[in-house]
Structures are given as structure tokens and as C-alpha cells.
């Protein structure tokens, strides 16, 4: 009984404790799957649901959301406290180096919004379908959908554009228990047909047809849309026609909520490539990019110069007794050579340990 008590508080502290969480995980010896567990049932005290969001947007609190991809990137936004964490299809840019969306399959997504459902516990868990895999029917949308919540493990999905029979499919996902979030103006899984990466709702026309398409999104069943790259008096309009809170990118500061590429929003990714495609809109909290790139820089000056590992990460030591005899064995073994290495080795992790100094 104490013990399971003594186990239990650990448990809860843990819990509370999310970095606690993270080092006991790095020292656990149990399978992984006791520690990061897989997609969990909703926990209402815990998730962000979109009872809250609607709570927030009743109130006229901003929502946030933010992308992510892969485990660490949903336990930095799980941390934050970011509402919404979008396993967003500029996966395909920004992780996979692709120049459009569009090459990403529903494979590669389920692994990242697999990856991302194991970090993040609080954020409500969006997923993007894939070009490619909702378009053909509303069998396949909802299909595809199910998968996404099923092995992705992911809350809801989002999908792109509002032509009457993406309406048709957003009603039938939502009919099929799974909630969705629309996705208008530049909607870059259409940029064959758009022209490539173009804003939208610069004229009167197209302006008229990102509110018109929000609301019928919205009519459809859809709890929130995104509006992307359009005039902030548009997002406007479509924020005040709409009862559902519109989450804009490039589309000004009249929104209920704001979305951001993991990667723009860190500058991540200073390679001149992505340095040339990162978003006009997007603005950099932080120069990761370039921290990455220093510490990686002085990681390979202290491998080539021999100063990392020094005693201080060569952490598992073997007694000197247990060194004579090892040598002994190697000699017994015809392996001189070996035991000459091990004897010179063991002499300088001695020397630098005692000096307390580098390698
Ligand atoms: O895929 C994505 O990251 C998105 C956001 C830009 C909203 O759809």
C-alpha cells in the first residue's frame, strides 16, 4: 500500500511536472510504449476541446495554433499551451523539402500526426488531408478522415477550398462523428489552379467568395476556418459574417485566432532556399536556425580537434582492476594491439579525470 501511494504521488507530481516527465522518459528502462502511450482518450480536464474553443471565441479571447510535425515539436507547443497543434500538409515544405504541398501522401502524415499525438496532450489535435486523397468522393473524404483520427490520432481533420462538393464532404465527415476545420482564400493544394502561392481576395469578386465560401463551410458543419493570405478588411467580413472562429495566416489581426509554420516562426531554416520561400506574413520569434547552425559548427570543431567526448560525457567507467584484467584477457586473445589501445586509453581518461580538464 505505501509503495503503490509512494508510486501513485509520483505519478501525479509527473504529471504536473511535464519536464519531470521528459527526464524520467530519457532514464526509464521500460518499453517505450509505457511511457509515451499513443493516442489517449479524450481527457476533457486535460485536452483543449472545442467546447473551449467556442468558450474563448464567446469571450473574444485570440485562440492560437501553431503546426508541428514530429514529437518534440508538439511537446514545445504542448508546453506553451498553444489551443490548437496542426499537423499541417506544409509538412511537405518544410520537412520533407518539397516545393508545393502537394507531394505528401496520407502515409507520411499519419507518421507525423502519430509522432505529434504522442507529445502533445493538451493542444486540440488537428490533422490536414492530403492532396490527393479526399477529392474524388465523399466515400474517400470520409475515409480518409476516419484514418486520420483512427491511426493518427488526431481530434479533427482540416481540408482546403470550398467548391460545392468539398461542402458536401465537410457535411458528410462532420455526419461521420469527426470534426473539421475549413481551410480558405489561398489554399496552396490548389495552386495549379490559383497560379501558384497568390493572395486571395484582392478584388471584389474574389473577396466576395472567400466570405461567401467561409460561411458556406460553416453551414456544412465546419467549428472554425482558416483564412490564408487575404486582406485584413476581408478576414474581417468573414470574421464578423461567421459564428465559428476564423484562424487566420497573412490575414491580419481581425481574426479569432492566428496559425503559424512551426519552422517560419522559429527561422529555422536559414538555408537561402527556404529563406527565399518563408512567408511575407510570417514574422520570426526567434532565429533557431541560427543556433542550430552554431552548435553544429562547434560539434564538428570538437570532434575534428578531439575535445568532445571529454571525461565529462564518457559517463561508464571500468575499475582499474577490472582494466588489468580485461588486458590480460586481450593478451591471452593474441590481441596486443588491442590491449596497448585500451592501457593507453585508460591512462588518459585517468590523466585528464585527475587534471580535471578536457581530453
Ligand atoms: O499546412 C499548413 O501548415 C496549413 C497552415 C498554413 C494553416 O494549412
Given at each position: 500500500?505505501?509503495?503503490?501511494?509512494?508510486?501513485?504521488?509520483?505519478?501525479?507530481?509527473?504529471?504536473?511536472?511535464?519536464?519531470?516527465?521528459?527526464?524520467?522518459?530519457?532514464?526509464?528502462?521500460?518499453?517505450?510504449?509505457?511511457?509515451?502511450?499513443?493516442?489517449?482518450?479524450?481527457?476533457?480536464?486535460?485536452?483543449?476541446?472545442?467546447?473551449?474553443?467556442?468558450?474563448?471565441?464567446?469571450?473574444?479571447?485570440?485562440?492560437?495554433?501553431?503546426?508541428?510535425?514530429?514529437?518534440p515539436?508538439?511537446?514545445?507547443?504542448?508546453?506553451?499551451?498553444?489551443?490548437?497543434?496542426?499537423?499541417?500538409?506544409?509538412?511537405?515544405?518544410?520537412?520533407?523539402?518539397?516545393?508545393?504541398?502537394?507531394?505528401?501522401?496520407?502515409?507520411?502524415?499519419?507518421?507525423?500526426?502519430?509522432?505529434?499525438?504522442?507529445?502533445?496532450?493538451?493542444?486540440?489535435?488537428?490533422?490536414?488531408?492530403?492532396?490527393?486523397?479526399?477529392?474524388?468522393?465523399?466515400?474517400?473524404?470520409?475515409?480518409?478522415?476516419?484514418?486520420?483520427?483512427?491511426?493518427?490520432?488526431?481530434?479533427?481533420?482540416?481540408?482546403?477550398?470550398?467548391?460545392?462538393?468539398?461542402?458536401?464532404?465537410?457535411?458528410?465527415?462532420?455526419?461521420?462523428?469527426?470534426?473539421?476545420?475549413?481551410?480558405?482564400?489561398?489554399?496552396?493544394?490548389?495552386?495549379?489552379?490559383?497560379?501558384?502561392?497568390?493572395?486571395?481576395?484582392?478584388?471584389?469578386?474574389?473577396?466576395?467568395?472567400?466570405?461567401?465560401?467561409?460561411?458556406?463551410?460553416?453551414?456544412?458543419?465546419?467549428?472554425?476556418?482558416?483564412?490564408?493570405?487575404?486582406?485584413?478588411?476581408?478576414?474581417?467580413?468573414?470574421?464578423?459574417?461567421?459564428?465559428?472562429?476564423?484562424?487566420?495566416?497573412?490575414?491580419?489581426?481581425?481574426?479569432?485566432?492566428?496559425?503559424?509554420?512551426?519552422?517560419?516562426?522559429?527561422?529555422m531554416l536559414q538555408h537561402?532556399?527556404?529563406?527565399?520561400?518563408?512567408?511575407?506574413?510570417?514574422?520570426?520569434?526567434?532565429h533557431v536556425g541560427d543556433v542550430i547552425n552554431k552548435a553544429l559548427l562547434e560539434y564538428k570543431e570538437e570532434v575534428t580537434n578531439g575535445s568532445f567526448p571529454s571525461p565529462l560525457h564518457s559517463p561508464?567507467?571500468?575499475?582499474?582492476?577490472?582494466?588489468?584484467?580485461?588486458?590480460?584477457?586481450?593478451?591471452?586473445?593474441?590481441?596486443?594491439?588491442?590491449?596497448?589501445?585500451?592501457?593507453?586509453?585508460?591512462?588518459?581518461?585517468?590523466?585528464t579525470?585527475?587534471?580535471?580538464g578536457s581530453a
Open positions: 500500500m505505501a509503495l503503490f501511494r509512494t508510486l501513485s504521488k509520483r505519478a501525479t507530481v509527473l504529471r504536473r511536472t511535464p519536464h519531470l516527465l521528459w527526464r524520467s522518459a530519457a532514464m526509464s528502462n521500460v518499453p517505450e510504449n509505457t511511457v509515451y502511450g499513443g493516442p489517449k482518450p479524450q481527457d476533457p480536464d486535460q485536452r483543449v476541446t472545442l467546447a473551449h474553443l467556442r468558450q474563448k471565441h464567446r469571450n473574444g479571447e485570440p485562440i492560437t495554433m501553431v503546426t508541428a510535425y514530429d514529437y515539436s508538439s511537446v514545445h507547443l504542448d508546453t506553451a499551451g498553444i489551443d490548437i497543434c496542426l499537423v499541417g500538409d506544409s509538412a511537405a515544405m518544410v520537412v520533407h523539402g518539397y516545393d508545393t504541398t502537394l507531394p505528401i501522401t496520407l502515409d507520411e502524415m499519419l507518421v507525423h500526426c502519430r509522432a505529434v499525438a504522442r507529445g502533445a496532450k493538451r493542444p486540440l489535435l488537428v490533422g490536414d488531408l492530403p492532396f490527393g486523397t479526399y477529392e474524388s468522393s465523399t466515400k474517400q473524404a470520409v475515409d480518409t478522415s476516419v484514418r486520420v483520427l483512427k491511426e493518427g490520432g488526431m481530434d479533427a481533420i482540416k481540408l482546403e477550398g470550398g467548391s460545392p462538393s468539398r461542402i458536401t464532404a465537410a457535411k458528410a465527415i462532420v455526419e461521420a462523428g469527426i470534426a473539421v476545420m475549413g481551410h480558405v482564400g489561398l489554399t496552396p493544394q490548389a495552386i495549379s489552379v490559383l497560379g501558384g502561392f497568390r493572395p486571395q481576395g484582392r478584388n471584389v469578386c474574389s473577396a466576395v467568395k472567400v466570405v461567401e465560401t467561409a460561411l458556406s463551410l460553416q453551414e456544412a458543419g465546419c467549428f472554425s476556418v482558416v483564412l490564408e493570405c487575404v486582406p485584413a478588411p476581408v478576414a474581417a467580413a468573414a470574421t464578423s459574417a461567421l459564428k465559428i472562429p476564423t484562424i487566420g495566416i497573412g490575414a491580419g489581426p481581425f481574426c479569432s485566432g492566428q496559425v503559424l509554420v512551426y519552422h517560419d516562426l522559429l527561422g537561402p532556399h527556404h529563406a527565399k520561400v518563408t512567408p511575407k506574413f510570417c514574422k520570426q520569434y526567434a561508464y567507467k571500468i575499475s582499474n582492476s577490472e582494466v588489468d584484467g580485461f588486458l590480460k584477457e586481450l593478451q591471452q586473445l593474441g590481441l596486443d594491439k588491442a590491449a596497448s589501445a585500451a592501457a593507453e586509453a585508460a591512462e588518459k581518461m585517468q590523466k579525470k585527475s587534471s580535471g
